[in-house]
């Protein structure tokens, strides 16, 4: 274990006293902009700063009065689960004139802000900058009116300025994605997973129009995500007769018995003419408008810490800039940059050039798309690339939402690259049974939206049964393997890797996608269904706090799922706003549970009516400090002050449907597995076989950052803790202080080496 110390240090430089923050949402809402309020308000007052709501976004700035309100801590209290802004947004025209920023300069420097923390889309954040730039001349017409002092003007003489963006569209270039999108996804595909139930019974056809005015992301990747039958996007015009090529594939559809077609339409869909699509034109419409509460993949929490951050850092030269996700990373870009990157964008698609429109978007969008291309549209037999290579797909460990996904995806890349693909039942036990069979296009339609592993799903490993493994490989000349799954999968792979010196049947390509609820996988900073988990713990912490509505004190202890592995409860108790997460990687004992005791009791005081405490479920860790232990201790020492209740999640944690980005992570980083699988099997046929036994042919496939990387899962052996089951370096543990500050505690800022809070990096938007 990492040893502790002490990095107060970090902020000493990054005090916020003497300072202050405005906070503002500006345009539409967007699911997720609470939390990002809440995160600036805490830690804004925790590094020692005043923030200020400013309510009804620029038109509460030039309006001044009761729109400009000082924050408390208290006042952010229970917002995370609330879905739009509370503390409202406007348009203002009177912002866009020289007249309106006089104003808002005017009530600003009356409060003393020269911090603005602005969240919104690219033209709140372009007003913003140009708000920065105008300021000094601002200050100094309102000194030549009377309005200010000389000394007011020299105290307030620096803006500073950092943007959130909100859009639930995610058109905005240098981000993955922007807050409230994983939301938006989340409502599209629970209305189409209801359809998709409730009309099996019929032959029919619905066709979706979701929002999306300039940028088919949603449209898009939703259509991903259920597998749609058909898609339109702004930045893919289809070609003339397009029409008849869908109605075509219906009816296709219809003679293969496929019981419900589903068309997604963004509402700034065009053809190659420039001429809307609309859905009236398709078929009658079910149209879906924005949701209700934000999901957790969001990671408003931690943008809104780093916006803070980097208004501390900023000096007078210091660029406006913009608070991104980057993978699992929030990073900071040049604000103009960006919203000219945006601008780009809708240039190349108004003057038709529909390639660059796309490369614009960024890689993500890019292969997005392609991914569904590759899905949606059976070649012909007569098109497809001449490979006499099989593949078997089969999943190991327990179930995770998103696996089906992955499966579907392989077959059908599989099949489009001219392999024969075979699904093996039951993991490596039913490999070893000889429970394989071929599986073609058909057999996998409808597959995205099921939880658990319609395969089926063992944890046995294939070490005690080798000889009849390679059997079955024989038996049904197997060239590779993509196995799918936990830990369990990974051990599977190293074993069968090493086994090759005896067994020349494991000399083909073989590939692990990482698919836990428990994201304990070395090798990759994510996994198959652990974002469906986390919303699973999210919602159920949301309904427990929403039923005690009306109860006064209480404090609830959940137990999360994990094994040794504290992921989900880390990053469950952030998103949900916990007071306390007790974990395996951070020890802890009696006085850290009677510190928590009393912060919870301080909080109680200050008029705080609910806590939160996630403990992750060890089976064999402590068997003193479990969870019935921890209830019961707080519930003594909190007598007379709140009352305690306990609830344990267990597997319903593993959830039912997956969740979007599960269904298109799962889909995404197959389809890239098989086509590794597919360069790898060229390269090893010699001599009319396949014999492919260096390490770079037994490879993990991982997210890293933002990148999916082949790993060789021998160099991996370095990287695992195999007693425990984890990684020996995890990126979240560095999430964990940001939790400590947003729950107020008074302890100094004092993590792990792993675990500490670094300096972000910064990088420059990519236009590729």
């Known amino acids: 274990m990492a040893k502790r110390q002490d990095t107060k240090k970090f902020f000493e430089n990054l005090s916020g006293s003497g300072k202050s923050i405005g906070v503002l949402t500006s345009g539409g809402d967007a699911q997720g902009m609470n939390a990002a309020v809440r ?21 509460g700035m030039v309006d001044g009065g009761e729109n400009i309100e000082e924050a408390s801590w208290e006042s952010v209290s229970s917002m995370l689960q609330v879905g739009g802004t509370v503390i409202g947004s406007a348009r203002c025209k009177e912002f866009r004139s020289h007249e309106g920023r006089l104003k808002a300069a005017h009530h600003l420097v009356q409060h003393g802000i020269t911090n603005l923390c602005v969240i919104g889309g690219d033209g709140s954040l372009t007003g913003a900058n140009l708000f920065r730039e105008e300021w000094s001349g601002l200050l100094e017409e309102l000194v030549q009116q009377g309005n200010i002092q000389m000394e007011a003007a020299q105290n307030n003489s620096e803006l500073h300025i950092v943007g959130m963006v909100g ?65 339109l996007i702004p930045e893919m015009p289809p070609e003339d007769g397009w029409e008849e090529q869908m109605c075509q594939k219906l009816s296709e559809n219809r003679a293969g018995k496929k019981r419900l077609n589903i068309i997604i339409v963004a509402e700034g869909a065009i053809d190659c003419h420039n001429k809307p699509i609309t859905t009236e034109y398709i078929k009658d419409v079910s149209t879906l408008r924005r949701p209700n509460w934000p999901s957790c993949i969001s990671s408003a929490s931690r943008m809104g810490v780093e916006a803070v951050l980097a208004l501390l850092e900023a000096s007078a030269t210091t660029p406006a800039c913009v608070v991104s996700l980057c993978g699992n990373q929030a990073v900071r870009l ?55 290579f099989n593949v078997a797909v089969l999943n190991v460990g327990a179930p995770a939402a998103g696996m089906n996904a992955a499966v579907r995806s392989a077959v059908r890349v599989g099949i489009s690259e001219g392999h024969k693909m075979f699904a093996v039942n039951d993991g490596f036990e ?10 073609k296009w058909g057999d996998v339609g409808g597959w995205t939206g099921q939880g658990g592993s319609i395969l089926g799903t063992k944890r046995t490993l294939p070490a005690k049964y080798l000889d009849k493994i390679a059997e079955q490989i024989r038996i049904h000349n197997i060239n590779a393997l993509l196995v799918i799954g936990g830990f369990e999968a990974f051990l599977g792979v190293m074993e069968l890797s090493a086994a090759r010196e005896k067994y020349n049947e494991f000399c083909v390509p073989m590939v692990m996608v990482p698919a836990t609820v428990s994201n304990n996988i070395p090798g990759s900073d994510l996994s198959i269904g652990a974002d469906t988990a986390l919303n699973a713990i999210t919602d159920t912490c949301d309904r427990i706090k929403q039923s005690a509505s009306g109860t006064k004190r209480r404090v609830f202890i959940i137990e999360t799922m994990g094994g040794y592995c ?18 395996y990687e951070e020890p802890f004992d009696i006085r850290d549970l009677q510190s928590n005791v009393e912060h919870l009791t301080e909080k109680m005081k200050t008029g705080i009516q609910r806590g939160l405490v996630l403990r992750r ?14 209830y019961q201790l707080y519930s003594e020492e909190g007598k007379g002050v709140f009352d305690c209740r306990k609830n344990v999640l267990g597997h319903m944690q593993q959830g039912g449907a997956p969740s979007p980005f599960d269904r298109n992570f799962g889909t995404k980083i197959s389809a890239k597995a098989i086509q590794w ?65 947003l729950a107020k505690y008074k302890t100094s800022y004092d993590v792990s080496d792993s675990g500490q809070l670094e300096h972000v990096t910064r990088i420059r938007p990519k236009k590729d």
Not at 359 to 376: I, M, P
Not at 617 to 630: G, K, M, Q, R, Y
Request: charged share 25%.
């Open 430 to 439: 039913g490999f070893y049974k000889g429970q394989i069979k071929e599986i």
């Open 39 to 59: 995160a600036v308000v805490r830690m804004g007052i925790y590094v020692g700063a005043k923030v200020y709501f400013i309510h009804e976004g620029y038109q």
């Open 617 to 630: 479920f060890l089976e064999n860790s402590n068997v003193n400090f479990t969870t019935d232990f921890i």
């Open 334 to 388: 040049p604000l103009m940059e960006c919203v000219q990157m945006t601008q780009d964008v809708q240039k190349a698609m108004d003057e038709k050039n529909f390639e660059e429109a796309v490369r614009l978007r960024g890689r993500s969008f890019e292969n997005n798309l392609n991914t569904y291309k590759l899905l949606s549209f059976r070649k012909a037999d007569s098109e497809l690339p001449h490979s006499s």
């Open 566 to 583: 504290g992921y989900l409860a880390s990053v469950g108790g952030l998103a949900a706003g916990a007071d306390a997460v007790y974990i």
């Open 677 to 741: 699988i597919s360069k790898k099997l060229k390269e090893s046929y010699k001599e009319g076989k396949v014999f492919a036994n260096t390490e770079d042919t037994a490879c993990l496939l991982g997210m890293r950052r933002r990148a999916l990387v082949f790993q060789p899962v021998v160099q991996l052996k370095e990287e695992t803790d195999f007693v425990h089951r984890i990684p020996k370096e995890q990126w979240w543990l560095k999430l964990r202080p940001l939790m400590k500050i």
């Open 167 to 231: 859009s639930i569209d995610n058109d905005f270039c240098g981000t993955d994605m922007t807050i409230g999108t994983d939301s938006a996804l989340h409502r599209i595909i629970e209305v189409v997973d209801a359809i998709m139930t409730t009309a099996q019974s019929h032959q029919r056809t619905f066709v979706l129009e979701v929002m999306g005015r300039h940028c088919g992301y949603l449209a898009l990747v939703s259509a991903l995500a259920c597998g749609a039958d058909w898609v």
